[in-house]
């Protein structure tokens, strides 16, 4: 009987992940300070690796809980050292060209070899010390769980493992999640106006771990490049302010299914639609649209992204916008007009929300269904409406079942 996964364990390598995932996006984000000639590839040769006209960049990253201390002994080590050992002897690794990183959320105890490799800012490295730290390590550890990494370290030449360890840099007692998350939104309050950097956050880190999980599962996918990252950051920062707004792409992608066609189906913008014999493939497209809409703009709300009133100010608009072709096709009709004339009249009215409505809510802010949802959500609140009659149309097909709770 197999054995049930240990939940804990299971939430320690989902943080894990999210960790790796947040330390990529953070040197993503310190690289492209200084242009965009680099690469960002995650679980290729490393958990993260970073290419650039320099050279190359291999980073083992280590979540560990408080208290955790990178001993010569610890499995940490030697399961990264494992890693890297490998990489030399079977060529994958250049040390010419490699710069190595550890870096962990343990702590580095003083006169250990993780201590001896820290930068040499730090005022503590020393390459011979940790060398022979480690060899000391090797000798008299009797862990059989490590019997890989220690055989992998065997296997070096003495010149080969000297080099190794010259190239290796150990970063000790390393921020942890929110501290990441927090330095992050430094970064996004730089790009953007700080009360919009946690939203602008949001969506880097979304596109950003979407992008990565399709390079892991695609082998031989492209790595996240500088001009790719670059784009999309520049892109978002412009969706994000005074004069635009973001259009999220689970939303802008969202399709109008079956199920989302008959939930819709008792909605008063829907009866408008069949009011004027508008077919069910086009319903199914406004239906598409009033849902995309109706979820972005409560995303925005829910976010603090539109200012009070905005909203409102946005309907009165779009209101006197259909107002004013609504009249004047009833002025054109009259009072006479046959029923056939109304329907064809409410479809030119009807075609031009569809097709050439596009008052947008902010400048920058031109995505279509914006414009044409919002007309959905008004005709759903009778505020709009396509037939000439339809306000009286409508209190006579639904009062019967209490849908206009008393409205005209």
């Known amino acids: 009987m197999a054995q049930a996964k240990d939940p804990f364990e299971a939430a320690a390598s989902a943080l894990g992940y999210l960790f790796q995932l947040r330390k990529a996006l953070q040197r993503c984000v310190e690289l492209s300070r200084d242009g965009i000639e680099w690469n960002v590839a995650i679980e290729a040769a490393d958990d993260v690796e970073v290419s650039t006209e320099a050279g190359t960049e291999l980073i083992q990253l280590k979540r560990r809980a408080p208290g955790i201390r990178l001993t010569d002994f610890q499995p940490d080590l030697w399961k990264t050292l494992r890693i890297w050992s490998e990489g030399v002897t079977g060529h994958r690794i250049d040390l010419d060209e490699t710069n190595l990183y550890l870096l962990t959320t343990a702590e580095l105890p003083a006169g250990t070899a993780g201590f001896h490799l820290q930068s040499r800012a730090s005022g503590h490295r020393d390459e011979?010390?940790?060398?022979?730290?480690?060899?000391?390590?090797?000798?008299?550890?009797?862990?059989?769980?490590?019997?890989?990494?220690?055989?992998?370290?065997d296997k070096l030449t003495e010149q080969q493992r000297a080099r190794l360890v010259s190239?290796?840099?150990?970063?000790?007692?390393?921020?942890?999640?929110?501290?990441?998350?927090?330095?992050l939104l430094g970064y996004a309050s730089l790009a953007v106006e700080r009360r919009y950097a946690n939203s602008f956050l949001q969506r880097l880190e979304g596109w950003f771990f979407e992008r990565a999980i399709v390079q892991m599962s695609s082998p031989g996918s492209d790595p996240v490049?500088?001009?790719?990252?670059?784009?999309?950051?520049?892109d978002l920062r412009r969706q994000i302010g005074e004069h635009n707004l973001p259009i999220d792409p689970d939303i802008a992608e969202m399709p109008a299914d079956a199920a989302d066609h008959a939930d819709a189906s008792d909605k008063v913008f829907v009866h408008q639609l069949r009011l004027i014999g508008v077919g069910t493939e086009r319903i199914g497209l406004a239906v598409r649209d009033w849902l995309r809409a109706f979820t972005q703009r409560s995303r925005w709300a829910d976010e603090n992204l539109i200012q009070a009133g905005e909203i409102g100010k946005y309907e009165r608009r779009l209101v006197e916008e259909w107002q004013a072709r609504f009249l004047d096709m009833r002025e054109d009709l009259g009072d006479e007009a046959a029923e056939a004339q109304m329907l064809r009249a409410a479809k030119v009215i009807y075609r031009w929300?569809?097709?050439e409505a596009r008052l947008r809510i902010r400048p920058g802010c031109d995505e279509l269904f914006v414009t044409k949802g919002s007309y959905q959500m008004l005709a759903d609140?009778?505020?709009?409406?396509?037939?000439?009659?339809?306000a009286a149309r409508l209190a006579m097909l639904l009062e019967p079942a209490g849908a206009t709770d008393g409205r005209p």
């Open 381 to 390: 609140e009778l505020r709009v409406g396509w037939h000439p009659d339809f």
């Open 167 to 183: 190239r290796i840099e150990v970063i000790g007692s390393a921020p942890d999640l929110d501290r990441v998350r927090n330095d």
């Open 225 to 234: 490049s500088g001009a790719e990252f670059d784009e999309f950051f520049n």
């Open 353 to 355: 929300v569809d097709q």
């Open 128 to 153: 011979q010390a940790a060398e022979a730290l480690l060899v000391a390590a090797r000798a008299a550890s009797g862990n059989t769980d490590l019997a890989s990494a220690f055989k992998a370290f």
